[in-house]
C-alpha cells in the first residue's frame, strides 16, 4: 500500500491542503488532524458507508460537532480513518478490484474466525490481523 494511494483515498491535495510523499508526512498530518471533508471524501467515493464510518472511526454526533466547530478530526480521530482506509486500500491492491475488496471486507472470513474484516478495523490488533491475510492472499496463500 502507497503513501500517496492513501492520501488520494482521503481526497488528495486538494482536500488534505498539503501533498503526502512520505508516511511522515501522514504522520504530521495525523498530529495536527485531517479535515473533515477527508471523512466525507472516504464515504463519496464509496471505501466506507457512513454507517460504517461512523462505527469505526467517529460518531455522526461527534463529526457533526468537528465540522461546526474545528473543520478538522481530533489526532485519535484521524489515527483511526487513516488505519481503516490504509486497510482498504491494502485491499484493493491485494485483491485487483475495488469492488472485490469491498466484498471481502464486509463477508465474513474463515481465517478470523467468521469475523468480518472491516469489524475488526476498530482496533491496531484487528487492523493488523486483516493485513496479514491480505498478505497472504497477496502471496497466493489465502482465499
Same mark, same amino acid.
Given at each position: 500500500?502507497? $503513501?500517496?494511494?492513501? +492520501? ?6 486538494? $482536500?488534505?491542503?498539503?501533498? @503526502? ?7 504530521? &498530518? ?14 463519496? $467515493?464509496?471505501?466506507?458507508? !457512513?454507517?460504517? &464510518?461512523? +462505527?469505526?472511526? @467517529? /460518531?455522526?454526533? $461527534? ?6 466547530? %474545528?473543520?478538522?478530526?481530533?489526532? *485519535?480521530?484521524?489515527?483511526?480513518? !487513516?488505519?481503516? #482506509?490504509? =486497510? =482498504?486500500?491494502?485491499?484493493? *491492491? ?6 472485490? +475488496?469491498?466484498? %471481502? ?11 468480518? /474484516? &472491516? ?5 491496531? =490488533?484487528?487492523?493488523?490481523? #486483516? ?5 497472504? @492472499?497477496?502471496?497466493?496463500?489465502? +482465499?
Amino acid at each position: 500500500m502507497t $503513501t500517496q494511494a492513501l +492520501a488520494e483515498h482521503l481526497g488528495g491535495r486538494q $482536500t488534505l491542503g498539503c501533498d @503526502i510523499r512520505s508516511d511522515l508526512d501522514l504522520a504530521d &498530518l495525523i498530529r495536527s488532524g485531517l479535515p473533515v471533508k477527508a471523512v466525507e471524501n472516504v464515504v463519496k $467515493t464509496g471505501a466506507l458507508r !457512513a454507517t460504517e &464510518l461512523h +462505527a469505526l472511526v @467517529i /460518531p455522526r454526533r $461527534t463529526l457533526a460537532h468537528r465540522k461546526r466547530r %474545528w473543520g478538522r478530526l481530533s489526532s *485519535e480521530q484521524s489515527d483511526r480513518l !487513516a488505519r481503516v #482506509v490504509r =486497510v =482498504v486500500t491494502s485491499a484493493e *491492491e491485494a485483491i485487483g478490484d475495488g469492488a472485490k +475488496a469491498a466484498r %471481502w471486507l464486509r463477508k465474513p472470513n474463515r481465517a478470523l474466525q467468521g469475523r468480518r /474484516p &472491516l469489524d475488526l478495523l476498530a482496533s491496531d =490488533v484487528g487492523a493488523r490481523l #486483516v493485513e496479514r491475510e491480505l498478505g497472504r @492472499i497477496e502471496h497466493g496463500l489465502g +482465499a
